[in-house]
C-alpha cells in the first residue's frame, strides 16, 4: 500500500537559511510524488512533482526536490528560505487506485526574521 | 483558466441544518475529490469520483454526508443535518485521470456549525 511520512510536523528556519523538509515514502507501484503548499486561508497548491526520467525535479518559488529510490525519499529544498515561505507543506504519492493520490500529515514551515 | 470554483467561500450555520457545498471542476477534467481539513484530523479525502461516477466513498463519516456530480461540470457535498463536528475547510479537488495524477485545489469552504 502507499503511504507517505512528513518528518517534523514543525520546522523553523533563520531568513536566508536553507530549507529541508523530509519526506519518504511506499508504493507498490513506480511512484509519482509531489509537494503541495498551502498558504494560511488557501487552497494547496502544487509546488512541483516527480515522475518519471531527471530525479531533480525544480519547483517554483526557488524549490526543488530529489527523488532517491534506494532512500525512498523525496526531500525538499530551498536555498534561502523567504518569509513569504511560510506555509504548510504537504508530500504526496500517487494511490494504487485510478487517481487517488495520498498526502502526509503536513509539516509546518515557520521562518524567524 | 479560472481554476477549481467552490461556493459558497464561508458558511455558517446552526446545529440540525442542512448545508450544501458546491464544487465546479476544470474543465476538461475528469476525476473529482472532496476533502476536509481540520486541526485535529489533518486533511482527509472523503469522497472521489472518476467520469462522474463515485469511485470511494470510505472516507464519508456517516451517513449525513452525501456527494453528487450529476455532470461533468458540477458536483455537490451534502450534510443533513449538520452537527458542531463538521466544522472544517471542505475543498474540493479535481484531475485529469489520463496524466500523472496531480491534483488542483479549489479555495475551499470554510464551515462553521453551531
Known amino acids: 500500500a502507499q503511504s507517505v511520512t512528513q518528518l517534523g510536523s514543525h520546522v523553523s528556519v533563520s531568513e536566508g537559511a536553507l530549507v529541508l523538509l523530509r519526506c519518504n515514502y511506499s508504493?507498490?507501484?513506480?511512484?509519482?510524488l509531489f509537494w503541495y503548499v498551502q498558504y494560511p486561508n488557501q487552497g494547496l497548491q502544487l509546488l512541483l512533482k516527480?515522475?518519471?526520467?531527471?530525479?531533480l525535479v525544480k519547483g517554483i518559488n526557488g524549490f526543488e526536490a530529489e527523488f532517491k529510490k534506494s532512500e525512498t525519499s523525496f526531500h525538499l529544498t530551498k536555498p534561502s528560505a523567504h518569509m513569504s515561505d511560510a506555509a504548510e507543506y504537504f508530500c504526496?504519492?500517487?494511490?494504487?487506485?485510478?487517481?487517488?493520490?495520498?498526502f502526509g500529515s503536513g509539516t509546518r514551515l515557520s521562518i524567524r526574521p | 483558466d479560472a481554476g477549481v470554483i467552490q461556493s459558497p467561500r464561508h458558511e455558517v450555520t446552526e446545529m440540525g441544518q442542512e448545508v450544501t457545498l458546491r464544487c465546479k471542476p476544470i474543465?476538461?477534467?475528469?476525476?473529482l475529490f472532496w476533502y476536509r481539513q481540520t486541526m485535529m484530523r489533518g486533511l482527509e479525502l472523503l469522497i472521489y469520483?472518476?467520469?462522474?461516477?463515485?469511485?470511494?466513498d470510505s472516507g464519508m463519516p456517516e451517513d449525513r454526508f452525501s456527494a453528487k456530480m450529476p455532470n461533468a461540470s458540477f458536483s455537490t457535498l451534502k450534510i443533513q443535518p449538520s452537527e458542531p463536528r463538521d466544522s472544517a475547510v471542505y475543498f474540493c479537488?479535481?484531475?485529469?485521470?489520463?496524466?500523472?495524477?496531480?491534483?488542483?485545489f479549489g479555495p475551499g469552504t470554510r464551515l462553521t456549525v453551531t
Open positions: 479537488a479535481s484531475s485529469f485521470s489520463e496524466g500523472h495524477y496531480e491534483q488542483y
Open positions: 508504493s507498490s507501484v513506480p511512484p509519482y
Open positions: 516527480y515522475t518519471t526520467g531527471a530525479t
Open positions: 504526496a504519492v500517487r494511490g494504487s487506485s485510478a487517481s487517488k493520490i495520498i
Open positions: 474543465s476538461g477534467h475528469n476525476s
Open positions: 469520483f472518476n467520469n462522474n461516477v463515485p469511485i470511494d
